[in-house]
């Protein structure tokens, strides 16, 4: 099979992990041919890493006729401007959460890319990863029963410290906790329990700005507005009848991710979504707690494996998992719970996502062979 070619722009600090997995694990079905910054030099440095042989221009990586994918790595605020320039070069398109910042500018993107026959892809795809597929496994086998809640709960740290090269990036839209970590959870539960029908949120920040006391922080001493709110609650509720509640923060310290979906015959204690495998344990009516081994691979940092997916799914024309009208959903749930806050009602959810199919046992995506079972 022809391997898919992709160009990859934007090389801050989580194309590292892309990069190696793509250079890597899924190197049988993706070449990375460029990479592309607005920052030359630091492309440069990725390009020596993982030895890729062109570090161009945006524009030059949009007018290389052998480039397929385009892999946008970039801040959240150019993922939707930048996607649309791919569609138009001619290109799939896979993109980093948020999909977009707004609805107007998710649904441009998806109906360029249906316009132009292309396929668009968005993480999260840790639904891929062994965790969360053996979560789904297990669900649908009937373990737990009939699920009925979920409860969510995302707290951490924000940019306090300044370490991060980018920091001041997540104090803004786009990297508050409802659009750079609730995507994890939404996406998770979205895969398990079908989509969202209606959203109720209250959103909130308890300061505008911060003052960087890292003495290690090239930023040390300075303020920085946070410009997004930093503590959310939410209550979801899907269209199979279950209510979930989601929980997201960046206000304090440490990282605290959790998981569960309650069931009639047990409650599932799952992996955190960020991650790509983990704990799994249900609890049964008679008391008994049963851990479970997982069922499916990559249960490392697998980050890329949705665009691998998507390339077999260029190659083979079939539906791809980690999807623009996935994320779309997730993103219309996310503005939803904002809306909510700000209206004080419920907030219809007028879009709709398929649960993505789960993966084939014993799939592995650098071996070709493997796929067949698709």
Known sequence: MRKVVAGVVGTGQISGIYLKNLTETFDS?????????????????RAEQYGIPNVWTVEQLLADPEIEI??????????????????????????????????????????LAEEKGLLVGCAPDTILGGGLQTCRKLIDDGWIGTPYSANGTIVMGNAWGGMHPNFRNFLKLGGDPVMDMAPYYLT?????????????????????E????????????QKAAIEAPTNVSAVLEFASGAVGSLQAAKESFGYFPRLEIFGTEGNLTLPDPNMFGGRIAIEFPNGETKEFPVSHGFTEDSRGIGLADMAYAIRRGRPHRASGRLARHVLDI????????????????????????????GLQYNRLEADDAN
């Open 210 to 221: 911060i003052t960087i006391l890292n003495p290690k922080s090239p930023s040390y001493g």
């Open 70 to 111: 385009v892999l946008n790595l970039t801040a959240p605020i150019a993922h939707a401007s930048l996607n649309m320039m791919a569609l138009r070069a001619g290109k799939h398109v896979y993109t980093e959460k948020p999909f977009a910042l707004t609805r107007k500018d998710a649904d441009e993107v998806l109906a």
């Open 188 to 208: 998770a539960l979205v895969f398990l329990l079908g989509p969202v029908s209606r959203v109720t949120g209250t959103a909130r920040q308890l300061r505008s």
């Open 29 to 45: 079905i993706i070449e990375v041919k460029a990479v592309s910054d607005q920052m030359p030099e630091l492309a440069a440095i």
């Open 334 to 361: 996310s503005l939803g719970i904002f809306e909510s806050s700000r209206e004080g009602r419920h907030i219809a959810i007028d879009s709709s996502a398929e649960r993505p199919d789960p993966l084939p046992l």
